[in-house]
C-alpha cells in the first residue's frame, strides 16, 4: 500500500498534478515508513477499510516533515485503489513463485516420462487392472495436466495483476483530462499492466485466477493421488523420495507415509470452497461493492498459499520419485495374462468377427480364473485357436498394448518444451 501512495505521487509530478519536491517528499517517506499494524486493524474494524486509517496515518509520518505535501498524500485516489493494486502487487510476486514451481513439477515429470518411456506398467481403471501401459505415458498424462494448467495460469496472471485507478467512482474525476496520463505512470512506475478501464465492480480477473489456483492444487493433488496409491506396500511400484523425518508416523516405526501426497491433497480439497467464494463475489451493487471485494486479498491468499504448498511438495516428490520397474513387472505378470484379452480379442476378430471373438476371449478370461492357470496356457490348450506358438507369445507382450503411447510421450514433452522456451519463469 505504501508502494502505491510512492508511487502515485511520484507518477503526479511527472504529469505535473503536484509539485515535484513535494512528490519526492511523499515517495521517501512511503519507503521508510513504519507503520502500527494493531492500531491500523483496530481502527479498520470502524472504518470498513484498512485504507482510511492507513491513509490517516501515512499523512501524519508526511506531515511531520512537510506539512505541504501531506496535502498530496492519496491525491486523486480511492481506497479500494490502494488495495486492489496493493492486492496486484502481491499476486504478482506469488504468482511469479507459483510458476516457478509448476515448472519445477513439470520438468521433474517430464524426466520421468523420458527416463521410462518403454517400462510396462499395469493401467487401472476404475482400480481395476486394465492394459499394460508405458510408466513414461501415465507421467506424460500428468504433464499434459500440468502444461494446460501452467498456461491458463500464466495468462490468467497477466490478467488480474494489473493496476487499479479510479477514484471515488472509477473514472478519475480529480484529475480530468490528465486522469489516462497519471494512470500510465502510475502503472509504469508500479510494474503493473494498465487495464482499459477501472475495475472496482468488475472481478472476474480475480474470480478467473483463484479458479486457476484451485485447478493447478488439483492438477498436483492428481499426481499425488496416484503416487500415493502406487506406494502403497501392496502395489510397491513407485515412492516418494526418503529422507530423516519424511513419512514417520508417531506410533509405528515400519510406516513410510505419502508425506508430501498428502500435502497436496490437502490443499486440493480446500482450494475448490475458496474458489467458489471468488465466484460468489462477481456481483458487487452498481460501482463499488458492499462486502464482496474486501475479503479477496484474504480468499486469494489462501488460494495462492494452497497451490504453492501442493507444488512445492509435488516438486520435491517427483524430483526424487523412486520407480521400481520390477515391481511393476511382476504386478503385470499376477494378472496371468487378462491384462492382455484386449488384444487376444483383436487379434481373433480378424477371423472371427468382433462379437465372436469378444465372447470367446471371454470364456478363456474365465476358464484360466476358474483352473488358475495363465491365458496363455489355456489358448494353447483351446481347439478354436488357430494361432501357432510365435504370434500366441507376441499378444502377451507388453509393447503389443502401447498403441500410439510412444507418439502421445513426445507429444506432450514437445508442448511442455515449447511452453517453457516461451517464457518460463525465473
Known amino acids: 500500500m505504501a508502494r502505491f501512495e510512492g508511487a502515485l505521487a511520484r507518477a503526479s509530478a511527472r504529469t505535473k498534478i503536484i509539485p515535484a ?214 502395489v510397491g511400484e513407485a515412492a516418494e523420495p526418503a529422507a530423516p523425518g519424511r513419512g514417520g508416523s508417531s506410533s509405528l516405526p515400519h510406516k513410510r507415509n505419502p508425506a508430501a501426497s498428502l500435502l497436496a491433497l490437502e490443499a486440493a480439497q480446500r482450494a475448490p470452497g475458496l474458489a467458489a467464494t471468488l465466484l460468489v463475489q462477481l456481483t458487487p451493487e452498481h460501482e463499488r461493492g458492499l462486502g464482496q471485494w474486501q475479503s479477496q486479498w484474504l480468499v486469494l491468499r489462501q488460494l495462492l498459499g494452497a497451490a504453492g504448498s501442493a507444488l512445492a511438495a509435488m516438486a520435491e516428490a517427483l524430483e526424487g520419485l523412486q520407480v521400481d520397474a520390477g515391481r511393476m513387472l511382476e504386478n503385470l505378470e499376477r494378472t496371468r495374462g487378462l491384462v492382455f484379452s484386449e488384444a487376444v480379442a483383436v487379434r481373433l476378430s480378424q477371423t472371427l468377427g468382433k462379437a465372436a471373438a469378444h465372447a470367446l476371449t471371454e470364456k478363456l478370461c474365465e476358464r484360466a480364473v476358474h483352473e488358475g492357470k495363465t491365458l496363455l496356457e489355456v489358448m494353447r490348450a483351446d481347439p478354436q485357436i488357430k494361432l501357432d506358438d510365435a504370434e500366441l507369445q507376441r499378444l502377451f507382450q507388453p509393447e503389443s498394448c502401447y498403441g500410439t503411447a510412444a507418439a502421445m510421450i513426445e507429444r506432450s514433452l514437445a508442448e511442455w518444451s515449447a511452453l517453457q522456451s516461451s517464457g518460463k519463469p525465473t
Open 21 to 234: 519536491a513535494e512528490a519526492q517528499i511523499i515517495a521517501q517517506a512511503c519507503e521508510c515508513a513504519r507503520f502500527d499494524s494493531p492500531a491500523l486493524a483496530a481502527a479498520a474494524r470502524g472504518a470498513g477499510t484498512l485504507a482510511i486509517p492507513f491513509v490517516r496515518q501515512l499523512t501524519a509520518e508526511v506531515a511531520a516533515i512537510s506539512p505541504q505535501a501531506a496535502r498530496y498524500v492519496h491525491f486523486g485516489a480511492t481506497s479500494q485503489d490502494v488495495l486492489d493494486s496493493a492486492l496486484a502487487l502481491c499476486l504478482q510476486a506469488a504468482c511469479k513463485r507459483i510458476l516457478s514451481l509448476t515448472a519445477r513439477v513439470g520438468d521433474a515429470t517430464a524426466a520421468i516420462a523420458r527416463r521410462h518411456a518403454g517400462t510396462p506398467t499395469l493401467a487401472r481403471t476404475l482400480l481395476q487392472p486394465a492394459v499394460p501401459v508405458p510408466f513414461g505415458w501415465k507421467a506424460a498424462v500428468w504433464l499434459s495436466l500440468l502444461t494446460r494448467s501452467y498456461s491458463r495460469f500464466r495468462s490468467t496472471a497477466a490478467d488480474a495483476c494489473v493496476l487499479q485507478f479510479g477514484g471515488p467512482a472509477g473514472t478519475l474525476s480529480a484529475f480530468g483530462a490528465d486522469g489516462d496520463a497519471v494512470s500510465r505512470a502510475l502503472a509504469e512506475e508500479l510494474g503493473l499492466g494498465v487495464p482499459s478501464i477501472s475495475w472496482h465492480s468488475a472481478r472476474d480477473a480475480f474470480a478467473r485466477l483463484g479458479a486457476e489456483a484451485a485447478i493447478l492444487s488439483g492438477a498436483a493433488a492428481k499426481i499425488a493421488r496416484d503416487v500415493s496409491l502406487l506406494m502403497q506396500p501392496e
